[in-house]
């Protein structure tokens, strides 16, 4: 069946929206899912360059012929989800959102706050606390189809997702954060999020089966990073100024997490975490972005310099596996074959 997941291998911020979006045009995708909750900001730049930061909507909802989904593993801010619907100007067609999604209470930020916030740099989003009230069978549970501002867009996503994929419709399921932050494979406990982040836990939560996969895509970067604070450990760990340096930018590098503003923490590229990223997810093909922190002739010139072609290739050595695609700037990709450079 036609479903493409797209997954993070580091730890978050791979540009795993920048990717949906791209390959929601390219494959003419008729609907695209977004998994989790409200703790990862997705950026998009739409096709007249205007930036756009999702947490709960999948970027290709900024496509008007793709219909969004919203499936019963997802975790909602009402707040959050109904500004973005005014921000994406989607109509009630354009969104299906699973009657079970789990509604993300105050009580539940509150809750984050106090307890994960300083401890592992939690993001307080309440998705985890929502996670965990859901697993103990809390009476209080509230789902979407109880809140009256999401009426109109209450729809049974599972047969509309299946009548779809028996029509040979492309879906596009949309990961969020890093194989290094899943609470079931990261080397990294306590320092992980609320959920599984591999292919097999995204395709579980949207309730499609494991046959109906076709494509896994590992989008990783050339610098990974974790967000600001005690957020646990990252090898290699640099700063903003060096890699801004290193790239020859005349412009400062600097990542800020689109959830909690924070600086951004930032590491040289250390393969073990996408060798195991590959070893859990056996994806199809890989996507290397930020290529433009390497070189930023990239960027600016629009294609892959001598430079970048160096580091390709030593990463694909380091990870055993070729790269399929090049993130060279915010919006931009080149795909292998079309390169100046032999990798």
């Not at 390219?26 to 990862?40: F, L, M, T």
């Not at 209450?154 to 009548?163: D, L, S």
């Not at 994929?165 to 609320?194: A, F, K, W």
């Amino acid at each position: 069946m036609p479903v493409t997941v797209v997954v993070g291998g580091q730890y978050g911020s791979e540009g795993k929206g920048k990717v949906a979006y791209y390959l929601a045009q390219e494959k003419n995708a008729k609907i695209a899912v977004r998994v989790g909750g409200s703790n990862s900001g997705h950026t998009v730049y739409d096709e007249h360059g205007r930036k756009f930061i999702f947490r709960h909507l999948p970027t290709a909802s900024l496509l008007p012929d793709v219909v969004c989904v919203l499936p019963s593993g997802s975790y909602i801010d009402v707040h959050v989800l109904l500004t973005e619907i005014e921000k994406a100007e989607i109509a009630p067609e354009r969104l299906y959102i699973d009657p079970h999604a789990v509604l993300v209470t105050e009580k539940d930020k509150a809750e984050e706050h106090v307890s994960l916030k300083e401890k592992i740099g939690s993001t307080g989003s309440g998705t985890g606390a929502a996670v965990i009230r859901r697993i103990r069978r809390d009476n209080g549970m509230l789902f979407a189809q109880d809140e009256p501002l999401l009426q109109k867009y209450i729809q049974k996503t599972k047969p509309y997702m299946r009548e779809n994929l028996q029509g040979g419709h492309r879906i596009i399921i949309e990961g969020t954060q890093g194989y290094g932050l899943s609470i079931l494979h990261s080397d990294h406990y306590p320092y992980v999020t609320g959920r599984d982040t591999t292919a097999a836990g995204f395709v579980s939560e949207t309730g499609l089966s494991p046959f109906d996969v076709d494509e896994i895509v590992l989008t990783i970067r050339a610098h990974p990073i974790r967000v600001g604070g005690n957020s646990g450990p990252l090898p290699y760990e640099t700063d903003w100024e060096t890699v801004t340096l290193e790239s020859g930018s005349n412009n400062d590098i600097i990542e800020y997490t689109s959830v909690t503003n924070k600086i951004r923490r930032v590491a040289r590229f250390h393969p073990e975490v996408v060798r195991q990223a590959i070893l859990t997810n056996n994806p199809t093909s890989i996507v290397l972005n930020h290529l433009d922190y390497i070189d930023a002739r990239c960027c600016m010139d629009n294609h892959l310099t001598e430079k970048v072609c160096d580091y390709v290739r030593n990463i694909e050595n380091l990870i055993g596996c070729s790269i399929n695609f090049f993130g060279i700037g915010p919006a931009s990709f080149v795909k292998k074959g079309v390169l100046e450079c032999q990798i």
